[in-house]
C-alpha cells in the first residue's frame, strides 16, 4: 500500500511546522506569570507576583529565608534584592537557627509556614499583604530573639550611613526603621515595620559598606512587614525570565525547516540525476 | 576466533573494568534500597508510597519520593546479585547510598557495584550477540559505543536490560509469539514500552490464536504484578503513580519550564505535556498500522516518539531504544552523542566518579574542588546549555521519525499512469524510490 500521509511533503511539512511551533511555543512556558506561592523539591519555595518576589530557601546554599525581591523596570522586569533574612545569622535562645534547628517549610492558605523542631517549638510564618511581605516568628513560650536582616549594601539605615562612627552602630530601638539602598544607579527606599518594640537595633558594616541589621526581641511573637517606599503596580509589565530560552527554540526552528526544506529538494534532485 | 565471541568478549571486558568505579549513587541506591527491602520481606512500594505521602503531608507540595518505581520483576532481577554480596561480605556490608553523603566501605563498594551491575552488563552481552551474530559491525558498534557503556557500566542503569528484551521481543515475534509476549511482559520493568503495546495488539489481532500466544507470555512475565496488584494494591499503585504523575522533566523539549515558577506550575504543564504526547502516541500508532509499516520500523518511531514528547524522559532512555534501532538502517547514530552530553550538565561527570574520590580525604577535598570549580564555571549557563542540547535530541529525532516512513513515490498522475502502462517497458525498468 502506498504510502500517503506523512511521505507527502505536504504533510511531512505540516508536522515539521506544527512541531516547530510547539517547541517554540513551551520556550514561553518561563514567562507565563502565576500569582502566588510555589515550590520545588529540593525544599525552595518561591513567591511572585506583579511586584514582589520571594525565594525561601535557595537550591544551592539554603540560608535566604526568606530573600525579598522586588520587580522593577518595562517592559523586562529585573529583580531588585531588597533584603535577606538569614537562618544562619539568626538566634533563638542563643541557637542558631541553620545548624540547630530542623526546619521544613509547609504552603498553607495564607502563605508559607515553617516548621522548627527543637526547643523551644517555634514557627516563621510568610505572608504577602498588599502593604509588604509579614515576617512572623511564634513560638509557645517566650523567647530572646536575635534576627539578622542582610543586604549588600544599605546605603543608610535610619537617614545615617553611620560612616566613621564608633563601633557597634546603635539604632535608637523603635518599631518602624528606614532604610536606603541603590540599585542599578537608583535610590530605593523601604521600611521594616515590627509588631512590637525591639530590645536593640544595631547596623553592621564590612569594609564597602552597611551590610546587616540586626534586631534583638525578647517574646514570644514579633512580625516584621518589609516593604518598599515606592513600589509600583503595573500589572502591564512581563516577567523577567530569560529571553534565551525562546531565542533559543526560534533558532533551532527556523533551522530544522531550513534543513528539511534543503534536504528534500537534495533527494528529488538526486533520484531525478540518477534515473 | 568468531566475529560476534570477539564482539561479545571486548564489549564484556570493557564494562567489567568499568563497572566497579562509577555509579549514579541515587540510582544504584534505589536498586540497592529496593533489593535490602525486597530480601527482608518489606514491601518495596508501600515504602515508596509512605515517603511519598510524608513528603507531600509537610510540603503541601504534589511531590514524589523518588525511589523504586518499577515493575516487581526488577526485584527478581537484581535481588539475587544483591544477596551474593551480603553473602560475601556479611558483616560489614552496610550501605547508604541515598544519605547526603553517602557512605562507602571499602572494598566493598567495588565488589557491590560489580554484582549490582552484573545483569545490566550481561544483558548488554546477549545484545552484542544478538546483533553481531546478524551484522557483526553493529554488534562492535554496540560493544564500544561510549553512551551504550556510559549507561550500563559507569551510570548503572539497568534501560540496556529494557533494550535487550524488546530487541528480543521483536526478533522472535513472528515465530514464537509466546515467548515475544514474554519478553515484551519483561520489558515493561521500565513502564515505558508500554507505548508499544497497542503495535503488538494490532500486529496481532489479525490471527486470534497468535494474540492469545502474545497475552499468554505476556501474562507469565507479569505474574509478578498480579501478585503485588493482590496482595498489596495500594502501596504498588501509589507507587506505579509516580511514573505517570511526576512533573516534567530531563532531556526534552519541555526542559524550558523547569526555569519557571515551581512544581504547582510544573504540574499544571504537565497535563499539558501529557495531552500533547498521547495525542502524539494515538496519532502515530494509527499511521503506523494504517501504512502498514514494518515492525521494526514502527517500534522504533514510537519510541522515539516516547523520547520527544513525553513529559519525562531522561539520558538513560534511548539506551533501551538502541539495540532495536540499531538494526534499523534509518536510526541516525548520532542521537547518542546528546544524552552522554546532556549528563555532563546534568549530573555532571564528576558525580559517578564517587566510589574513587571517596577513598580519602584528599581525594574528596578534590571532589570537593574539582565539582566547584565546575559549577563556577558552567553553573550560570548549564540549563541553557541542557536546553540547547534538549533541543538538538528533539529536533533530530523528530526528523529521525519521518525518515522511519518509507518514502514512496508519490502517485502519478493518471494522465502519466496511462502513458506508463501503455509503455511496458519503460514501467518494468523504472527505478524504485527506494531510499536508505
New interface residues.
Given amino acids: ?8 511533503p505536504k504533510m ?1 511539512t505540516f ?2 511546522v506544527l ?1 516547530v511551533v ?2 517554540v511555543s ?2 514561553f ?2 514567562f ?3 500569582r502566588g ?5 529540593s ?4 513567591y ?1 507576583d506583579e511586584t514582589c518576589y520571594i525565594r525561601y530557601s535557595d537550591e544551592t546554599i539554603g540560608v535566604d529565608k526568606p530573600h525579598i525581591f522586588s520587580r522593577e523596570g518595562w517592559p523586562i522586569k529585573s529583580l531588585v534584592d531588597i533584603v535577606e533574612l538569614s537562618d544562619r545569622q539568626s538566634f533563638v535562645n542563643g541557637l542558631n537557627l541553620y545548624e540547630d534547628f530542623e526546619s ?5 492558605d495564607d502563605g508559607l509556614t515553617i516548621f522548627y523542631s527543637g526547643s523551644p517549638q517555634f514557627t516563621k510564618s510568610i505572608t504577602v499583604t498588599d502593604e509588604g511581605v509579614v515576617v512572623r516568628y511564634e513560638s509557645d513560650q517566650p523567647m530572646e530573639l536575635r534576627l539578622t536582616l542582610w543586604r549588600w549594601y544599605f546605603s543608610s539605615v535610619e537617614g545615617n550611613d553611620y560612616r566613621g562612627a564608633p563601633l557597634p552602630l546603635k539604632v535608637e530601638p523603635k518599631e518602624t526603621l528606614n532604610f536606603q539602598f541603590m540599585d542599578e544607579g537608583r535610590t530605593h527606599g523601604g521600611v521594616i515595620r515590627l509588631s512590637d518594640q525591639p530590645l536593640s537595633v544595631e547596623v553592621c558594616r564590612d569594609l564597602n559598606g552597611l551590610n546587616k541589621i540586626i534586631i534583638d526581641y525578647v517574646g514570644s511573637h514579633l512580625s516584621i512587614k518589609i516593604a518598599l517606599d515606592d513600589a509600583s503596580r503595573s500589572p502591564l509589565k512581563i516577567a523577567d ?2 529571553l ?2 525562546p531565542l ?2 526560534m533558532v ?1 526552528g527556523l533551522a ?1 525547516l531550513w ?2 526544506k534543503y534536504e528534500v529538494l537534495v ?1 528529488i534532485r538526486l ?1 531525478r540525476t ?2 | 576466533m568468531r566475529s560476534w565471541l570477539k564482539y561479545v568478549l571486548i564489549g564484556l571486558g570493557i564494562r567489567l573494568i568499568l563497572a566497579p568505579f562509577f555509579m549514579h549513587a541515587w540510582d544504584i541506591g534505589t536498586v540497592w534500597e529496593a533489593s535490602r527491602q525486597f530480601l527482608n520481606g518489606e514491601d518495596v512500594y508501600r515504602y515508596v508510597a509512605e515517603r511519598t505521602y510524608l ?1 507531600r503531608q ?4 504534589p ?2 519520593y523518588h525511589g523504586f518505581a518499577y515493575l516487581p520483576q526488577t526485584l527478581f532481577i537484581f535481588a539475587p546479585f544483591y544477596r551474593l554480596y551480603t553473602l560475601i561480605f556479611p558483616v560489614e556490608n552496610s550501605l547508604d547510598l541515598r544519605a547526603l553523603e553517602p557512605a562507602l566501605p571499602y572494598p566493598q563498594i567495588y565488589v557491590f557495584l560489580l554484582l549490582i551491575k552484573m545483569p545490566i552488563i550481561l544483558g548488554d552481552v546477549a545484545v552484542i550477540y544478538l546483533l553481531s551474530k546478524r551484522e557483526p559491525e553493529i554488534g562492535l558498534f554496540y560493544a564500544l559505543n561510549p553512551y551504550v557503556l556510559f549507561i550500563t557500566a559507569v551510570w548503572g542503569n539497568f534501560d540496556p536490560l529494557v533494550g535487550l528484551f524488546l530487541l528480543a521481543s521483536y526478533l522472535c515475534f513472528n515465530e514464537r509469539r509466546v515467548l515475544s509476549g514474554f519478553l515484551y511482559g519483561l520489558s515493561l520493568i521500565k513502564i515505558y514500552p508500554i507505548v508499544l503495546f497497542p503495535l503488538f495488539m494490532a500486529r496481532s489481532l489479525s490471527n486470534r490464536r497468535e494474540l492469545t500466544k502474545f497475552m499468554l507470555g505476556l501474562s507469565m512475565a507479569s505474574l509478578p504484578v498480579i501478585y503485588y496488584l493482590i496482595v498489596a494494591p495500594y502501596g504498588f499503585l501509589e507507587a506505579m503513580l509516580f511514573q505517570g504523575a511526576r512533573q516534567v522533566y530531563g532531556m526534552n ?2 526542559h ?2 523547569l ?7 510544573q504540574t499544571a ?1 504537565t497535563r499539558i505535556a501529557t495531552i ?1 504526547f498521547a495525542s502524539v502516541l494515538l496519532f502515530l500508532t494509527y ?1 503506523v498500522l ?3 509499516l514494518p515492525m521494526l520500523n514502527s517500534m522504533v518511531m514510537l519510541m522515539l516518539a516516547y523520547m520527544i514528547f513525553a513529559p519525562v524522559t531522561n539520558e538513560q532512555h534511548l539506551a533501551a531504544l538502541m539495540p532495536l534501532a540499531l538494526l534499523s538502517q534509518r536510526f541516525d547514530r548520532k542521537l547518542c552523542i546528546f544524552p552522554l552530553l546532556f549528563a555532563a550538565f546534568n549530573a555532571t561527570y564528576i558525580y559517578f566518579a564517587t566510589p574513587i574520590f571517596w577513598i580519602d580525604v584528599t581525594l574528596r577535598n578534590l571532589y570537593v574542588a574539582l565539582h566547584g570549580a565546575w559549577v563556577e564555571a558552567i553553573g550560570a549557563y548549564s540549563s ?1 546549555v541542557r ?2 542540547i534538549s ?2 535530541f ?2 533530530l529525532a ?2 529521525n521519525v ?1 525518515n522511519h ?4 513515490m ?2 502519478l498522475d493518471k494522465r502519466f499512469q496511462a502513458i506508463r502502462t501503455a509503455l511496458p517497458t519503460a514501467a518494468s525498468g ?2 524504485s ?1 527506494k ?1 536508505g
Fill in positions: 500500500m502506498p504510502n500517503k500521509s506523512l511521505a507527502r511531512r508536522a515539521d512541531f510547539l517547541v513551551l520556550s512556558a518561563p507565563i506569570q502565576v506561592w510555589d515550590g520545588y523539591d525544599g525552595t519555595f518561591v511572585q521544613r517549610g509547609r504552603l498553607t525570565r530569560d534565551l530560552y533559543l527554540s533551532f530544522y534543513v528539511r533527494k533520484n540518477r534515473h | 513528603l509537610s510540603t503541601s507540595l511531590l514524589y523539549m519541555y524550558a519550564v526555569s519557571a515558577q515551581g512544581i504547582l506550575f504543564i500533547i499511521m494504517r501504512e502498514r541553557y536546553y540547547f533541543l538538538s528533539a529536533f523528530f526528523r519521518h516512513f518509507q518514502l514512496q508519490p502517485a523504472s527505478p524510490y531510499t
